[in-house]
C-alpha cells in the first residue's frame, strides 16, 4: 500500500505562469522519494497536489494505481501524513495537541504515538482524558518538541504515506540530527517524500528528485548525484 506516481503532472496557480511543468515521478510503496532544489522550484506545490489542495491542470497523480481526483478528500487525507516546517500548536496540553480531530484514539493511543515520537516525558503524569488540564502547554514548548508533537499526531494516523516538508529545516543542526533519527523510524515502511534543501540530510533516500523551476532537473541516488557533480 502507498504506490504514489506523478505522471506528466502539470499545475500553475494562475494560468499566466506554469509552476510544474509536465513532472514524472514514481515512489514504489514503502519507499523513500526525496525532492530538493532551490527555493521556488515548486517542492511544497508537489506535496499539496498529492493531498488535494489544487487541482491539476494536466497528467495525474495516483495512489495504488487510482486517480485521487476520483479518491474521496476524507480516504486521501487519512492516507497521508504530513509533517510540516513549523507546527503551529494550540496553547493547550501535548495530550490535547496530539489528539485533537483523532476521533477514537484513545489515551493509551495517544501515549503510545507520544513515546514513538519521543515526547512522552510531557505527558507522563496524564491521569485521565487527554484534554484534562495537565501536562505542559504546546506553547511553552521548544521547535524541535513542536515537531515532535507533530510527528506523534502523525504516529496516531498511522497512515501508509509520510510528507515531511522541511520538517527539520528550522532547527539547529543537533536538533535536527535528533529528529532526523527519530523519523528515521517513524518513516520505516511507510512510503516517504521528504522535500528538503540540504542534500545531507537525505542522502539515505531511495531516489532524489533534482527540481528546478517546476521540472525535474536530476533523478538518481545520492551516489549517483554524487559522482555526476
Ligand atoms: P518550493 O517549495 O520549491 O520553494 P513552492 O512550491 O512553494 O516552491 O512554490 C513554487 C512557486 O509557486 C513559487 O514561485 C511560489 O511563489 C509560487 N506559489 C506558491 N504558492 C502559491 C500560491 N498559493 N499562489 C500563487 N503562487 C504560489
Ligand atoms: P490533520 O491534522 O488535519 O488530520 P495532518 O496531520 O495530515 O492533517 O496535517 C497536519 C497539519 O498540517 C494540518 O493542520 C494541515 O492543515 C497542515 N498542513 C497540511 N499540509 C501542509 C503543508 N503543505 N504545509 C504546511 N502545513 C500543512
Redesign the pocket.
Known amino acids: 500500500r502507498g504506490h504514489v506516481r506523478f505522471e506528466d503532472v502539470r499545475f500553475a496557480y494562475d494560468a499566466e505562469r506554469p509552476i510544474l511543468k509536465g513532472i514524472d515521478i514514481d515512489v514504489p510503496a514503502g519507499s523513500t522519494l526525496a525532492i530538493v532544489g532551490p527555493s521556488g522550484a515548486g517542492k511544497?506545490t508537489i506535496?499539496?497536489l498529492l493531498?488535494r489542495?489544487y487541482d491539476l491542470n494536466g497528467g495525474r497523480i495516483t495512489i495504488d494505481g487510482q486517480d485521487i481526483a476520483g479518491v474521496q478528500q476524507a480516504s486521501l487525507?487519512a492516507a497521508?501524513?504530513?509533517v510540516?516546517?513549523d507546527t503551529v500548536l494550540f496553547n493547550d496540553t501535548i495530550g490535547y495537541n496530539i489528539g485533537y480531530?483523532?476521533a477514537g484514539a484513545t489515551d493509551e493511543d495517544i501515549r503510545a504515538a507520544a513515546r514513538g515520537a519521543a515526547i512522552d516525558r510531557f505527558i507522563e503524569s496524564l491521569p485521565k482524558g487527554y484534554a484534562a488540564e495537565v501536562g505542559e502547554r504546546g506553547l511553552k514548548l521548544s521547535g524541535g518538541e513542536k515537531q515532535r508533537v507533530?510527528i506523534a499526531?502523525?504516529l496516531l494516523?498511522d497512515?501508509p504515506i509520510l510528507?515531511l516538508?522541511e520538517a527539520t529545516s528550522a532547527l539547529d543542526s543537533r536538533t535536527e540530527a535528533e529528529i532526523l533519527d527519530t523519523l528515521d523510524a517513524v518513516a520505516a515502511r511507510r512510503t516517504t517524500i521528504t522535500i528538503a534543501h540540504r542534500l545531507s540530510t537525505i542522502a539515505d533516500a531511495d531516489q532524489i528528485v533534482v527540481l528546478d523551476a517546476g521540472a525535474v532537473a536530476e533523478r538518481g541516488t545520492h551516489a549517483e548525484l554524487m559522482a555526476r557533480a
Do not use: H
Open positions: 511544497s506535496a499539496r493531498y489542495f487525507r497521508i501524513g504530513i510540516p516546517q480531530g483523532r507533530a499526531r502523525t494516523k497512515p510528507i516538508d
